[in-house]
Each structure stands twice: as C-alpha cells, then as structure tokens.
C-alpha cells in the first residue's frame, strides 16, 4: 500500500458520515413511503465512504479495488434475489 488518508480527511469522512445518519434519522421520520427508498440510497453511499477511505481502497492496487467491487457486485446480486422472493411471495 502507498500512502493512507492524512488526517483531515478521515475527520472529514466521519463528518459525513455523520451528516448521512442524520439524514437516515430524517427520511426515516418524515419521508413516509419514500423512506425506504432513500434509506438505502444513504446506506450504499456511507458503505462506499467507509470502503474507500477507512478500508483504504483509494490507495491500494487495482487488484485489491477489482477485488472489493466484485465482493459489492456479488452482495448486490444477492439482495437482488432476497428482495425478488421476498415481492413474488404470497401472503
């Protein structure tokens, strides 16, 4: 690995991510149905943070970046098919 993320970016980072929970807290209250929706908008961008910065993806080697996408694609897919048997399902 060459290099790491200095200090005041990893303040930063926790920054925003704080920021991000705080608008979780606020679509979970206020947005109703579309809760939902934006909760998982603002889930994905703090996983992408967390990954780039904390994980230090943005300094590693394409192979270990190649690695970490394909464990997120997999991930997707796997949601892609909890959430298709969850909606086909009958009550």
Known sequence: MTGGPRTATLYWTA???GLLLG???????FLGRAGPTVNLVIAAVKAALVAVVFMHLRWSSPLQRLFAGAAFFWLAILFALTFADYLTRRA
């Open 23 to 29: 608008g979780t807290i606020v679509a979970t209250e």
């Open 15 to 17: 920054v925003a991510l």
